[in-house]
Antibody, heavy 118, light 114 residues
């Protein structure tokens, strides 16, 4: 059974870079035709798609975040990562890693809260 | 990107009654080649990731009670919850995957018991 687990600092200072990793178990990140992505949810607010990556490294980013986001994949470790630069309080959110499928299904991690504060 | 707009933002419905949530996309999410609408409905309860209820606009996910139903085509869609139960209190989201893997969500609709 596929499992995704987010990891990384729970507290990031303003203007710094948020870095999270998603470890995939129960399946290979290199399996075709799977994509891997990040979704976030500010406290009490809705879901925002951050971006998606294919195991080959092809990426698709939310235009509103594109200038600050990098998603990468490490097939040797079966994990993928998110970097978000120049963070502000508005980036405080629960960050989910996910495997979206082309039929609308999404496998979700449990989510990790990242707070941006000095 | 396709913008998804839900209405209302919140609603309160009595137990046993019917709740109706609407979702409108900024452009069609119907693929003529397979006549499928690339629209899903998710339910989210506090502290949990969202759970898929409906995909292809009207196909119920395995294990989802049949009081949940989806309808609509093109740009206008509806999630209907009949015989509302207390455990249905949640936030509901529509999601388009017409532009997969650049999916987008609606802003969410909070459902409460009246």
């Amino acid at each position: 059974q596929l499992q995704l687990q987010e990891s990384g600092p729970g507290l990031v200072k303003p203007s710094e870079t948020l870095s999270l990793t998603c470890t995939v178990s129960g399946g290979s990140i290199s399996s075709s035709p799977y994509y891997w992505g990040w979704i976030r949810q500010p406290p009490g607010k809705g879901l925002e798609w951050i971006g998606t990556i294919y195991y080959t490294g092809t990426t698709f980013y939310n235009p509103s975040l594109k200038s600050r986001v990098t998603i990468s994949v490490d097939t040797s470790k079966n994990e993928f990562s998110l970097k978000l630069t120049s963070v502000t309080a508005a980036d405080t959110a629960v960050y989910y890693c996910a495997r979206p499928l082309s039929d609308g299904h999404i496998n979700w991690g449990q989510g990790t809260l990242v707070t941006v504060s000095s | 990107d396709i913008v998804m707009t839900q209405s209302p933002d919140s609603l309160a419905v009595s137990l046993g009654e019917t709740a109706t949530i609407n979702c409108k996309s900024s452009q069609t999410i119907l693929f003529n080649s397979n006549n499928k609408n690339y629209l899903g409905w998710y339910q989210q309860k506090p502290g949990q990731p969202p759970k898929l209820l409906i995909y292809w606009a009207s196909t119920r996910e395995s294990g989802v009670p049949d009081r949940f139903s989806g309808s609509g085509s093109g740009t206008d869609f509806t999630l209907t919850i009949s015989s509302l139960q207390a455990e249905d209190v949640a936030v509901y989201y529509c999601q388009q995957y017409h532009t997969f893997p650049r999916n987008t969500f609606g802003q969410g609709t909070k459902l409460e018991i009246k």
